[in-house]
Structure formats: C-alpha cells, structure tokens
C-alpha cells in the first residue's frame, strides 16, 4: 500500500504562483510513475501531468504545458507541482496519484493511489 498527502494549496491571485507536494509513505515511490489531478466543483476531475518512475519523462495536459512543472525526489518520496501564471479557472482540489507502472499516463483509470487531495483557489 503506498499512502499519499498533498500539501501547499491554499488562496492566490491571478498571476501568482503555488508549489504543491506530495509525500509517499508505506512503499517506496521510487518504481511507480506519479501524476497529479485536479477536480473543480461540478466538473469531472482531469489530468494536470504525470512524470515517470525515474523522472526523465514528464506529460502535461496542453492547456497547463507552459505553465506547470512536475518534478520528483524519490529520496525524498516526494512529486512536486510548480504552478505558475495562476488564473481563476485553475481553481480546484489537486490530487496526487502513484501508478505501478513506471511510465506515465494521463489515464485516471491507470493510477492505483490517491491521495486526498489540496485545494487551491486563484482569486482573480
């Protein structure tokens, strides 16, 4: 069982910038691929990026390509998400996600973990 919690959301302007964690315990992170999530109200929840097992493949979604980063320490057990050039419309609950296999995906059926998910809020 891998446990997952989310940390770092919170209130900000348009414009602004958050960075999100999520810290893995239970086993180690280090062979799954990890992805972060986010769900608005009523809306489905939707594929933000996913990096590999290693680190060296990330995958965006297109709208959030140029804006967000995901990074990982598998030392650390820990997958970050830089989130800049914030806008209203990135309001949401942001989850994190392990996925057994080592490469990543945006398919939310693939993803064996969730955490609980942060909320964050851009004010405009």
């Known amino acids: 069982q891998v446990q997952l919690v989310e940390s770092g959301g919170g209130l900000v302007q348009a414009g602004g910038s958050l960075r999100l964690s999520c810290a893995a315990s239970?086993?180690?992170?280090?062979?799954?691929?990890m992805g972060w999530f986010r769900q608005a109200p009523g809306k489905e929840r939707e594929f933000v990026a996913a990096?590999?097992?290693?680190?060296?493949?990330?995958i965006y979604a297109e709208s959030m390509k140029s804006r967000f980063t995901i990074s990982r320490d598998n030392a650390k057990s820990t997958v970050y998400l830089q989130m800049n050039s914030l806008k209203p419309e990135d309001t949401a609950v942001y989850y994190c996600?392990?996925?057994?296999?080592?490469?990543?995906?945006?398919?939310?059926?693939?993803?064996?973990?969730w955490g609980r998910g942060t909320q964050v809020t851009v004010s405009s």
């Open positions: 996600a392990a996925d057994r296999n080592n490469w990543p995906s945006s398919a939310i059926y693939e993803y064996d973990y």
């Open positions: 239970g086993r180690t992170i280090s062979m799954y691929a």
């Open positions: 990096i590999s097992s290693s680190g060296g493949r990330n």
